[in-house]
């Protein structure tokens, strides 16, 4: 896998009502996340791919977290009906902006009464886990098997008890590592990987991208850099402080591809 391309887009003012799980962490620093979301953009350049940032959305406020309303794999690009419906609209909005890397017959949906979050999905290969959470539904991830084998690409099901997407507890670093947290640590499904364990008490740095062989890991997690830098990585450290207190995390941030 190789990366050139990646879509972000910036915070909107209204991110302080965006949607959390964590209310007493408090509301996000707007100037804050914006700095924040400058450094993230300046790590993935640093690892070689081409960034397009889209503006910010004040009619969504969780509308930054673009991993959700698309899913793009290497033979084409998915738009699927987010869960959440403060955040179903999104989907209309990311549409135009895929659409300037595929075309048509490359643009797939995922349809009522299906519903799929980009954050259940993870990419290993050609191989995509998808967990069935709170914003995807059985129906979600059959229309999204069938697109995938269209493709010649395939998928399996993973079942989630605890958090609220798949990569929030689960990301897969490419060369067969992968972080695994919480429920995660003991799934059959991910038995054949090189497992790296992720204390609970650092469980939100689960959440890592892998661009181009270098490794994005939040700031202020020492055992999970430590961890990533000794299976061999490159790091670069980003702070997604204001992003954490609306459960998003550094791949919640991009869509690569
Ligand atoms: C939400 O609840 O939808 C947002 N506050 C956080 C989305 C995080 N996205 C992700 O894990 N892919």
């Known amino acids: 896998t190789k990366f050139t391309n990646v879509i972000v887009r910036r915070p909107a003012k209204s991110m302080v009502e965006g949607i959390t799980s964590a209310p007493e962490l408090g509301k996000p ?24 940032v889209l503006p910010a959305l004040e009619q969504y406020p969780d509308s930054c977290f673009v991993e959700d309303p698309a899913v793009i794999t ?4 998915i738009i699927t009906n987010p869960g959440a419906a403060s955040r179903n609209g999104e989907k209309d909005e990311i549409e135009p902006a895929v659409r300037q890397f595929f075309d048509n017959e490359h643009v797939k949906h995922i349809v009522a009464p299906g519903t799929l979050d980009g954050g259940d999905v993870m990419m290993v290969g050609d191989h995509f886990y998808v967990g069935q959470s709170a914003r995807t539904n059985e129906e979600g991830i059959r229309q999204f098997f069938e697109i995938l084998e269209g493709w010649g690409l395939e998928g399996s099901e993973v079942k989630l008890e605890k958090v609220l997407h798949l990569k929030t507890g689960v990301n897969y670093l490419e060369d067969g590592n992968m972080l695994v947290s919480g429920e995660f640590v003991t799934k059959p499904d991910f038995e054949q990987y090189h497992r790296i364990e992720i204390p609970e008490d650092e469980a939100y740095a689960a959440n890592c991208i892998w661009v181009n062989g270098t490794v994005i890991v939040p700031e202020g997690y020492p055992t ?13 450290t980003v702070d997604t402080s204001e992003y954490r207190k609306l459960d998003g995390g550094l791949s919640c941030l991009s869509l690569r591809f």
Do not use: S
Not at 41 to 52: D, F, N, Q, S
Not at 224 to 236: F, H, M, N, P, S
């Open 224 to 236: 999970v850099l430590k961890a990533v830098q000794d299976a061999g990585y490159e790091t670069i």
């Open 74 to 77: 290497r033979c084409g690009a």
């Open 29 to 52: 620093d707007y100037e804050l996340a914006l700095k924040q979301h400058d450094d993230y953009i300046a790590a993935l350049k640093e690892c070689g791919v081409e960034v397009t």
